[in-house]
């Protein structure tokens, strides 16, 4: 499978768990056999502004963040590009699904998926689009940003019971039938994780419950990373996770 990946995300830019060194380094280690490295580039600042107002770019700017946070924006965008003609993963830092329009928090800046399902859309390559959320907090900021665009509906399922969070996220895709489908991919709900809830082979099963959906509706599909912070287990569920796409 594609991985879109930048050596610049090793790079430890702050002091805060999702930029910890050793966080990257995990998940490539896991998925190396995997993956078809692709190298993005920065995001375009047009891209950026169709999610975010200019007050907020220029914050993240005054903080010296906005270099590392543009690359990462920019390969959500590389990885929702290859999506529409196989499978993808971005493997990205900072994540970005507490970034709201005009503000940010959980070491986030950008909001990734917005700004590669808002570019994608403004080019006319896809017209709907769905976002799993399975992160363990809820994605207020892609909520905030995408629930005034009617082409895209995102899902954050939140049972603290791993049978019905399953038999929810199942029945939930089920029902969708769009262009696109990304998953916001935070590892935080595993059992070993802050979230103690799901297990390893459930990333699997949401990779390949998200890869029948869309071939039942002619759909296409693709990951980015978001939370997950236990470094003895991010790789094995991020590997399951793109198993179960197709890797």
């Known amino acids: 499978m594609k991985v879109v990946f930048h050596e610049d995300f090793y790079d ?34 047009s891209d950026i ?17 906005y270099p590392i946070a543009a690359l990462a924006a920019g390969a959500a965008v590389r990885t ?10 971005g493997l990205i830092r900072p994540p970005g699904h507490h970034a709201s329009a005009d503000s940010c928090w959980g070491f986030c800046y950008f909001n990734n998926m917005a700004v590669a399902l808002l570019s994608l859309h403004h080019r006319k390559k896809i017209r709907s689009a769905f976002v799993l959320d399975f992160d363990m ?25 791993r049978e019905r969070y399953m038999k929810e996220v199942r029945e939930r895709l089920d029902r969708v039938s769009v262009d696109m489908i ?7 709900n595993h059992a070993e994780d802050w979230g103690g809830v799901l297990s390893t082979e459930d990333y699997f099963d ?31 569920n991020a590997r399951a996770l793109i198993e179960g796409m197709g890797a």
């Not at 990257?24 to 995001?43: C, L, Q, R």
């Not at 502004?49 to 963040?65: I, M, N, P, S, T």
């Open 12 to 45: 430890v830019y702050v002091s805060d768990p999702a930029a910890e060194a050793g966080r990257m380094e995990a998940i490539v280690s896991a998925i190396g056999d995997k993956a078809d490295f692709v190298t993005p580039d920065t995001a375009e600042l």
């Open 80 to 89: 929702a590009e290859i999506a529409l003609s196989e499978p993808c993963f």
């Open 49 to 65: 502004l169709r999610a975010h107002g200019e007050a907020h770019v220029e914050e993240v700017r005054k903080y010296g963040l």
């Open 206 to 236: 949401m990779g390949e419950m998200v890869k029948k959906a869309a071939g039942r509706c002619g759909g296409h599909y693709f990951a980015l990373l978001e939370g997950g912070y236990n470094h003895k287990v991010i790789g094995r």
């Open 137 to 161: 907090h809820y994605g207020d900021g892609t909520v905030n940003i995408l629930e005034k665009h009617p082409f895209v509906c995102v899902y954050n399922p939140d049972s603290r019971f």
């Open 182 to 188: 990304g998953i916001s991919a935070g590892f935080d």
